[in-house]
């Protein structure tokens, strides 16, 4: 039982807990360590297990942590680095912190000293329009188009997209701070592979070639930061919340197979303690790992984003430099 008294004891004990469970998630349940002595696979499943495990108690009795995440996430780290043409940004869409030691890895390989490793977190909802609107205060457009948008022009920002890891861009040193914006991995999780285990292994090649194409492609001696709009759960077995079909129906039903639902003129929020309604938003979240099982092929995914959950709104703040 992953509850020990260290654990116990930093969970019950006063002040903010995120830290904590931001230290755990990174040194302990995602290290390189970890990632070094197993499989692909069972990191990915003992590590989801882990976090599956410690959520439930956080779910049930330690829930004020959702609250720091949904404090925390008013905090627009992006911005301090958006102003300094020193600085390149590269967000890989949908990274999570179970990638942290690939990167890492890539990071050594390509020559690059690595000056942080650390968190941030994501908009909420953890969604990608979400975090264009708030991180870069653009609205809620598609990350496609940001290479067209003035009000980045007029910031002295220059955006590039990717809409493949085969794609490259020749990215020009013009003073100007660079945004870095690939698809991956988030594409791939519409993918018929994204409903088997394996398929974070396979992803391995395909970040590998996502970071030749965005990082290694960065000219001069700039700052990177590379970070991420949210992150995901792996939904495998063992990786969820126990819940009965009585329990999940309201939730398919309000819901419709996703983790978050804005609200309507005149429409309530659900009543149920898997939901966390964050009234200033008129948004109403599913909290921890609660796993909805709509109709169709949205019920076969295993990998999710969205809603209120430590691996969702969690995700990589990694600063490199040559």
């Known amino acids: 039982m992953i509850l020990s008294s260290e654990i116990f004891g930093q969970l019950i004990k006063p002040g903010p807990r995120l830290p904590w469970l931001s230290e755990w998630l990174l040194n302990e349940v995602w290290s390189r360590d970890s990632y070094s002595v197993k499989h692909p696979s069972d990191y990915l499943k003992d590590g989801e297990s882990k976090v599956n495990e410690l959520e439930q108690i956080i779910a049930s009795s330690a829930y004020g942590s959702y609250e720091e995440i949904i404090a925390e996430s008013k905090k627009n780290s992006l911005s301090k680095f958006l102003n300094d043409p020193n600085n390149i940004i590269v967000i890989f869409d949908g990274l999570s912190l179970r990638e942290i030691p690939i990167l890492l ?58 809409d493949s890891p085969a794609q490259r861009h020749r990215i020009e040193d013009e003073g100007k701070t660079v945004l870095l914006w690939s698809s991956f991995p988030d594409q791939t999780y519409n993918d018929s592979g994204a409903r088997f285990i394996q398929h974070f292994e396979s992803n391995k ?118």
């Open 105 to 162: 890895a890539l990071s050594e390989k390509s020559q690059y000293k690595v000056k942080e490793i650390s968190v941030t977190i994501s908009a909420i909802p953890s969604e990608t329009l979400d975090f264009i609107e708030y991180s870069l205060s653009l609205e809620k457009v598609s990350p496609s188009q940001l290479s067209s948008r003035k009000e980045l022009r007029d910031k002295n920002i220059k955006a590039y997209y990717y």
């Open 205 to 322: 090649v395909l970040l590998e070639q996502a970071w030749k194409n965005t990082v290694q492609q960065v000219p001069g001696n700039k700052k990177i930061l590379i970070t991420s709009d949210h992150g995901y759960i792996f939904f495998g077995a063992g990786c969820a919340f126990t819940r009965s079909q009585e329990d999940v129906r309201p939730l398919n039903q309000f819901f419709g197979g996703e983790r978050f639902k804005f609200l309507n003129e005149g429409e309530s929020p659900i009543q149920h303690p898997d939901v966390y309604f964050l009234g200033e938003k008129k948004l109403c979240l599913i909290k921890g790992r609660v796993q909805t099982h709509p109709p169709g092929q949205g019920g076969t995914k295993l990998y999710k984003h969205g809603g209120l959950s430590l691996m969702e709104c969690i995700i990589p703040w990694i600063i490199l430099e040559k």
